[in-house]
């Protein structure tokens, strides 16, 4: 038996070898490149719906009218909409470029919903009608939620759920999980980010404020991933934190993202 496990580990330290240097230098990067462009895709769309939602908040009429929200691209604008109770209206529309947290356009017109916003809002109703599965592992501790952000993708579309929370001091890492769904709605694949969510405290005893934080991933998720490069963006600036770092043990390495230089390397330590 003894030998046994020194064979496995053996085998498993050479996986997580080939895997340490698979990538050469540019690649690495282009890979981390990469994922901050899917993490600020992200980005766009959450800050949207954050600056939306208070502004809608903000508006005694529409609080009253207004149900659930959709936010999606449009060419070189996000767009968040708030729809009636029945969905059969579209009642408050914002626009935004460039990440502004002022809309470039407001319309408060009621209109049918558009088919881009019908098949949006038909993948994003049908995925969380199968979120109950067990399989998928996912919940909501107390004190936080899930958002979800629906992105066509090829002929089908990403579903990622990203964690949120009204508390302050607190960056909310994990918890996150991205699904492909099918034309039809229909999940076809999965993938949780991270194994529990990874709150990051940003002060520490005696009232010290944090100026760095890091987590570990996984080895079945080696890389920083586009979801903690989104949720940093959105909670960083409501603390005095610049950057994040993830560590890799499949990869051997720290990666550290700084959101307002918009950077994204690897270190070897933060």
Request: aromatic share 12%.
């Amino acid at each position: 038996m003894k030998q046994i496990t020194a064979v496995l580990f053996i085998i498993l330290s050479f996986m997580i070898s080939a895997q340490e240097n698979k990538y050469s230098d540019k690649e690495f990067q282009q890979k981390l490149d990469s994922i901050k462009t899917e993490g600020n895709l992200l980005y766009s769309h959450e800050s949207a719906s954050w600056n939306s939602g208070d502004l809608m908040a903000a508006n005694q009429k529409l609080r009253e009218i207004a149900q659930s929200y959709l936010t999606y691209k449009s060419n070189d604008t996000i767009k968040t909409i708030f729809l009636n109770k029945d969905e059969s209206l579209v009642v408050a529309e914002y626009s935004f470029k460039d990440n502004q947290k002022k809309p470039v356009k407001e319309n408060f017109q009621p209109r049918k919903p558009n088919t881009t916003e019908l098949n949006l809002n038909k993948i994003r109703s049908e995925v969380i009608s199968q979120l109950s599965d067990p399989k998928y592992e996912v919940g909501v501790p107390e004190g936080y939620s899930l958002n979800i952000i629906v992105l066509p993708f090829n002929e089908n579309y990403k579903v990622y759920l990203i964690p949120g929370t009204s508390q302050s001091g607190v960056i909310p890492f994990g918890n996150d999980f991205l699904f492909i769904a099918d034309k039809d709605g229909k999940i076809i694949s999965n993938k949780k980010f991270h194994s529990r969510l990874i709150p990051a405290f940003t002060q520490g005893e005696n009232g010290i404020t944090v100026t760095m934080t890091t987590h570990s991933h996984l080895n079945t998720n080696p890389f920083i991933s586009a979801t903690d490069i989104c949720t940093f963006k959105l909670y960083a600036p409501l603390t005095k934190l610049e950057a994040f770092s993830v560590y890799s043990g499949a990869l051997g390495t720290y990666m550290q993202y700084n959101y307002k230089k918009d950077s994204i390397e690897k270190v070897k330590r933060p």
